[in-house]
């Protein structure tokens, strides 16, 4: 396993600008997850897909944010119109499926996004 | 709705000393609790997990501990060392939805 890799691992862009995020998970892990991070707070779940089929969306996922993993590999989180308060670390986790009780998260080194 | 509290916030020990960090959730209903370590400005990094029906976990220096009735786990780390300083994170995984619910997390500064 060489790891959950994300991709670019900063992005400092304007307000108002699109931004694209990508995650590779894992091989042959089926679940991957998305969260956000700001300072000092935990990471936070924004969107969770099985294979490529997106079954869970949180409140934080807003109309300016879409996620996409379209043959069940890597995914990509789309922001649209950033703003400020979209400053935040992005952070991909992945998992084999093994049952509820013994899923492990991977986590990968995360995107830190500034938005000026 | 399932909040995860981690004390303290920071934590500062010479080196070789034993500590403690606490965490709590409010609701019992998990599948598992994991602890995870995250170095400034880089991902997370997994400790230890344990499943709901289990007590402890132990690797090397460290062990976790569930209590799931009073929604408490602890995790003991021993001779700490510098190489131990980082934030700990604690997360619980939910039998509602899929996502992991974490903790603030302890930063934690070990000196020599």
């Known amino acids: 396993d060489t790891g959950v890799s994300q991709d670019p691992r900063h992005k400092i862009t304007k307000r108002g600008q699109n931004v694209t995020f990508r995650c590779d998970p894992i091989?042959?892990?089926?679940?991957l997850y998305w969260y956000r991070q700001t300072l000092g707070q935990g990471p936070e779940f924004l969107t969770y897909?099985?294979?490529?089929?997106?079954?869970?969306k949180s409140r934080l996922l807003s109309d300016r944010f879409s996620a996409e993993r379209p043959k069940g590999s890597f995914s990509t989180l789309e922001i649209q119109r950033t703003e400020q308060g979209d400053s935040a670390m992005y952070l991909c986790?992945?998992?084999?499926?093994?049952?509820?009780?013994?899923?492990?998260?991977?986590f990968g080194p995360g995107t830190r996004l500034l938005v000026l | 709705k399932q909040e995860v509290t981690q004390i303290p916030a920071a934590l500062s020990v010479p080196e070789g000393e034993n500590l403690v960090l606490n965490c709590s959730f409010t609701?019992?209903?998990?599948?598992?609790l994991q602890w995870f370590r995250q170095d400034p400005g880089k991902g997370l990094t997994s400790l230890l997990l344990?499943?709901?029906?289990?007590r402890e976990q132990t690797s090397g220096r460290l062990n976790a501990s569930l209590d799931k009735s009073s929604g408490r786990s602890t995790l003991y780390i021993a001779a700490s060392q510098p190489g131990d300083s980082a934030t700990y994170l604690c997360?619980?995984?939910?039998?509602?939805?899929?996502?992991?619910?974490f903790g603030k997390g302890t930063t934690l500064s070990v000196s020599s």
């Open positions: 344990i499943q709901s029906s289990q």
């Open positions: 897909f099985q294979n490529e089929a997106q079954l869970e």
């Open positions: 997360a619980v995984r939910n039998q509602a939805g899929t996502a992991l619910i």
């Open positions: 091989s042959e892990h089926n679940r």
């Open positions: 609701d019992s209903a998990i599948y598992n």
């Open positions: 986790a992945s998992s084999p499926d093994r049952g509820l009780y013994l899923e492990t998260q991977y």
